[in-house]
């Protein structure tokens, strides 16, 4: 059991949180405070839902690049929506804002799997239709606090859990949390317990053998970038409630956050290889570098360096992986 831990990205990851973390405490002390880990568990939960979708898209073998343009999407027609209709209710919001994300994750599932396109050039090229087409057919104009509905700044105050400051002010957890644990949970009984999650780790690790074994290829492909929809849906109306701003221009852009944060947690680019626990401190790490490289006296341009250098990491260890792996299946091949 040993043997095996130590074999595990997940066990490194950690170990390298832990120092990073004792570093910054170092440096500031007030970083392993509970107040600080509350903030940082509900700025980094939308994070961690997007990662949540994009763990199960490499899983499967394809990548998504457009999540971020359907989670902007989703948010600012929904806020539109409640505006123009005078509903002030959170579940209208959440209901239209999936559905959005959805019907746009639908689209990229025709390309790729009726149509077989590359995933990358696909969705590379959706998240630009997406983003184009919000900011042309439903507006460009923002909206800031006193224009919001008050379901959201509402929804953004809740915490699970309150303690009182010193000078007589409130911190909690907030329940964004509760939403990042709905998902984990769906996400973990999917990919473990159905065959859904089956086919999923199925076609990532052999897409043709998974073709001849009869999977319906086309359902689970449609799945997955839907589910990713659903997700990117979800993190819309919580990025807008954390912020209490709705701009159709932001959130697009941090894709690379996202996806260098299920890489580094152990999910391989060609698929079939990842977990959910790796997802979940890989988002740690990222969160972590990206809110403190200044502490440790680095400017903020130090933190797309790192991202960079950690997709390609991941991919580097993926290809040499492969190398083996075939250099070993050629001998034992030979030998017999």
Same mark, same amino acid.
């Given at each position: 059991?040993?043997?095996?831990?130590f074999q595990?990205?997940? +066990?490194?990851?950690?170990?390298?949180?832990i120092?990073?973390?004792?570093?910054?405490?170092i440096?500031?002390?007030?970083?392993?405070?509970?107040?600080?880990m509350?903030?940082l568990? =509900?700025s980094?939960?939308g994070?961690? &839902?997007?990662?949540? @979708?994009?763990?199960?898209?490499?899983?499967?073998?394809?990548?998504?690049?457009?999540?971020?343009?359907i989670?902007?999407?989703?948010q600012? !027609?929904?806020?539109?929506?409640?505006?123009?209709?005078?509903?002030d209710?959170?579940? $209208?919001a959440?209901?239209?804002?999936c559905?959005?994300?959805?019907?746009?994750?639908? &689209?990229?599932?025709? +390309?790729?799997?009726? $149509? *077989?396109l590359?995933t990358?050039?696909?969705?590379?090229g959706t998240?630009?239709? +997406?983003? @184009?087409?919000?900011l042309? +057919?439903?507006?460009? =104009?923002?909206?800031?606090?006193?224009?919001?509905?008050?379901?959201f =700044?509402?929804?953004? %105050?809740?915490?699970?859990?309150s303690?009182?400051?010193?000078?007589?002010?409130?911190y @909690?957890?907030?329940?964004?949390?509760?939403f990042?644990?709905?998902?984990?949970?769906?996400?973990?009984?999917i990919?473990?317990?159905t065959?859904l999650?089956r086919?999923?780790? %199925?076609i990532? #690790? *052999?897409?043709?053998a998974?073709k001849?074994?009869? $999977?319906?290829?086309?359902?689970?492909?449609?799945?997955?970038?839907?589910?990713?929809?659903?997700?990117?849906?979800?993190?819309g109306?919580?990025h807008l409630?954390?912020?209490?701003y709705?701009?159709p221009?932001?959130?697009?852009?941090?894709?690379?956050?996202?996806?260098?944060?299920?890489?580094?947690?152990?999910?391989?680019?060609t #698929?079939?290889?990842?977990? !959910?626990?790796?997802?979940?401190?890989?988002?740690v790490?990222?969160?972590?570098?990206?809110k403190?490289?200044?502490?440790?006296?680095?400017?903020?341009?130090?933190?797309?360096?790192?991202?960079?250098?950690i997709?390609?990491v991941?991919?580097?260890?993926?290809?040499i992986?492969?190398?083996i792996?075939s250099?070993r299946?050629a001998?034992?091949?030979?030998g017999?």
């Open positions: 059991m040993r043997s095996r831990a595990r990205t997940e +066990f490194y990851l950690l170990l390298v949180i120092v990073f973390s004792t570093v910054i405490t440096i500031n002390p007030s970083f392993l405070t509970i107040e600080n509350f903030d568990v =509900k980094s939960s994070m961690a &839902i997007l990662a949540m @979708g994009v763990f199960v898209v490499l899983l499967s073998g394809g990548i998504d690049v457009s999540f971020t343009a989670a902007i999407a989703g600012y !027609i929904a806020v539109n929506t409640l505006i123009a209709t005078g509903i209710n959170l579940l $209208l959440f209901v239209v804002s559905s959005v994300g959805m019907a746009l994750g639908a &689209i990229n599932a025709v +390309f790729i799997s009726l $149509l *077989n590359p990358l050039i696909t969705t590379l998240l630009s239709l +997406f983003h @184009g087409a919000l042309e +057919f439903v507006g460009t =104009k923002s909206i800031n606090t006193g224009g919001l509905p008050e379901c =700044k509402t929804f953004s %105050a809740l915490n699970i859990l303690f009182t400051r010193a000078d007589g002010t409130t @909690g957890l907030s329940v964004f949390v509760l990042f644990i709905a998902v984990v949970l769906i996400s973990w009984v990919l473990r317990f065959v999650g086919g999923i780790y %199925a990532g #690790g *052999n897409f043709t998974a001849r074994s009869g $999977l319906n290829i086309h359902l689970i492909q449609f799945f997955i970038y839907m589910y990713v929809g659903f997700l990117a849906g979800i993190m109306i919580m409630s954390l912020i209490r709705s701009n221009n932001y959130i697009v852009g941090t894709e690379l956050s996202v996806i260098a944060a299920v890489v580094i947690g152990g999910a391989r680019i #698929g079939g290889t990842g977990s !959910i626990i790796g997802t979940i401190l890989g988002v790490m990222i969160v972590i570098l990206e403190n490289l200044v502490l440790i006296g680095l400017s903020s341009y130090w933190q797309q360096f790192f991202i960079g250098l997709i390609i991941g991919v580097s260890v993926t290809y992986q492969n190398r792996r250099q299946s001998l034992t091949t030979a017999t």
